[in-house]
């Protein structure tokens, strides 16, 4: 079965599809080949994207409650004008001395826990990723590293070893573990109670296989694994076991990160747990290629005198003004408070439809980031199909979501942040219609 | 000892480094740590940068003979006006359709052999690396990618395992296999004849042990190595081994592509080598993080439908606007004729600086890609001093220039592509000064 994290639906046009669209696909498939899947059966062909809305060719409006890329909004004008100004002035890399870098670093250490000193940058999530893991096994001395059974961290090759959601199970090489994510709802969240447990027994397989643990890596919104919000006592609990065995804790942020989940900046900080190393992504530029590793400074003391890291366009002047200038954003324009109001509104609303609609099992939420667990009567190839329908039939209706988790029936709902309740009604709304037709 | 691709200098100030540029420094290790290493021993503080200039905080201004990030120019303003311009429009990825992308994969496919069929998009070098051995190693069945002695691919685990110029040879892992560089002044040039002779016995060296090669990686011109232009005969030969033993070619073009090399715009295309994939970065985006696989479409029929790839931010409009900008840039410009015609001019200078340096032992050039190899009375660590001694006087005299080579013995001069007559001059008096200091 093909596996894939971020593709619901295949390129295929069905016969909804434009003349035009078709053209489009099959130029698509052409030039870039079979790893480019389209969202969605019947694809959009964006032209233009402004704050929560998308516009296609025929000047169609979505609302997006989906991309968590441009977070504070499509195609934000103060990211525009620093990424202008910046691009026009100086552009060059870290090997040189540069001012913004430091700012930007500053800044972004601000919202981070100040025994995290360091900030490194890179292009994307998945170099963020598979930095911290080359540290994390540097400092510690272990290969192994723990991830979740439907986890995603990233697309090179020591990342997609750890994302089985995007490659599979078998890919993920012996000396990593596996452990079930702390589901909260199924088996009456039993897994998310035993999640500790399960991280002990992990590290307790390695020591076994004599493999010696180099980290604990966790999304902190378990996006892939159907979004959950365990408890924080439990995941304190795992984290402590790893730090035990010699292993480090790294918060992946690249999906939960930047105010999404509408307490503070960072989703670990709701689990009270300090990591060792935060990474980041998608979120951080509003759609720039950036990303950020911020560690304990002990930990990249003889990475730094041995091995040396150094990322050609990683906090360049240009990433750093966006970067600089997408948290002002979030702090200037109260998103967090936002994502929080409109998110704990939006759950309220997305409640009600569980009251009125019984394929709706269970609606889980922190800040804007939603998963909608459906069901089918215990028929699970029904329930991915009725959720991959209501993905679809949303889409033609105008909104913009899709879906996650292993039996790839969760709705995946995380908005732009400055996402208003008036959108909430129109997310809502929309999803009643889309249920009602099952 | 440490070695490091990139870094001729530490960053720990001399005496010649202002109270600001010290203040920063210190600023930058506290916020950014041990691995972020600046040039020079008097490090440079810019703000500004302009075509083949770059500007200190001072006002000072350098002639830039070393950055090919920039390489249409620095801040060109048709990047920058192509940048804004659709990051204010749409900025998302590649599950949407979108024109611009198509635009671009068509206009970058058509500078390449028509048997590379396909386009894919990253952000960076590493990514672009790490991505074709996934697809090497998935196509050929095999896991032993062939690279030469002191190769730099990438900061990736993947790509810098196969980075002995960044982490050491130790840090090669046992199913790949180092060969020496086609080195074609050494040894009066015999690796640089033998060279396809050394790939064979490192593909038996694999059979022996039971690996089954996946690639030949080669930076088409050994940059890190030394930076050589060997035979296309012995090229095409190592090509012919690898192939017949089951493994694909892979040309790293992050350096050497988009017109450097004066003759077209791929370095191996010098060679008469047909390669499998083509991996590109640096120079893609005058600065802007990008990188790119053209690949065979056999080679990711299966890969496509088995595992897919998804890169965030590869490929999203705003890269597209960017590739094609600076695509148009080199040929409006006809930057490829310039590197050919100035690069010659450039050369022909040097080469009158041997006559009357004795340290000058080798100018080596192919269009505005030079390695210039100093020696000392066959006193390897005096010419690597020396070596350094040049680029830091050179700074000094306003000119930016770096080294390389596993001896640290040969200037590396590699400017923007706009580079003209009188910058050469200005290089080529500079370079005087700095040898007669010996």
Known sequence: MLVS????????????????????????????????????????????????????????????????????????????????????????????????????????????????????????????????????????GGTGVIITDFAYHGATIATAQLSPAAVGTKAVPAHHRTVAAPDTFRDRGRAGRDFAKNVAAAIEDMRAGNIRPAALLLDSAFSSDGIFFPDAAVMREAADHVRRAGGIVIADEVQSGFGRLGQGMWGFANYGIEPDIITMGKPIGDGHPMGAVIVRPQLVASFGSNTGYFNTFGGNPVAAAVGIAVLEVIEGEGLIENARMVGAYTADLLRTLKTRHGMVADVRHNGLYFGVELMAEGDEALAATKTSAVVEAMREDGVLISSCGPRRNVLKIRPPLPFARDNAEQLAETLDRALSNW
């Open 5 to 140: 994290q971020s593709s619901p639906a295949n390129a295929f046009a069905d016969a909804s599809t434009s003349a035009q669209q078709r053209a489009l696909l099959e130029r698509r498939a052409r030039l870039l080949g079979p790893t480019y899947r389209a969202f969605y059966r019947n694809p959009i062909h964006l032209v233009r994207g402004s704050g929560v809305w998308l516009y296609d060719a025929q000047g169609r409006k979505f609302l997006d409650a989906y991309n968590n890329v441009a977070s504070i909004g499509h195609c934000h004008p103060r990211v525009v004008e620093a990424l202008s100004g910046q691009a026009a002035t100086l552009n060059t890399h870290t090997r040189y001395l540069s001012e913004i870098i430091l700012d930007y670093a500053e800044k972004l250490l601000g919202t981070c826990p100040p025994h995290l000193g360091h900030a490194m940058f890179t292009c994307t999530g998945s170099e963020a990723n598979d930095l911290a893991i080359r540290i994390a096994q540097h400092s510690s």
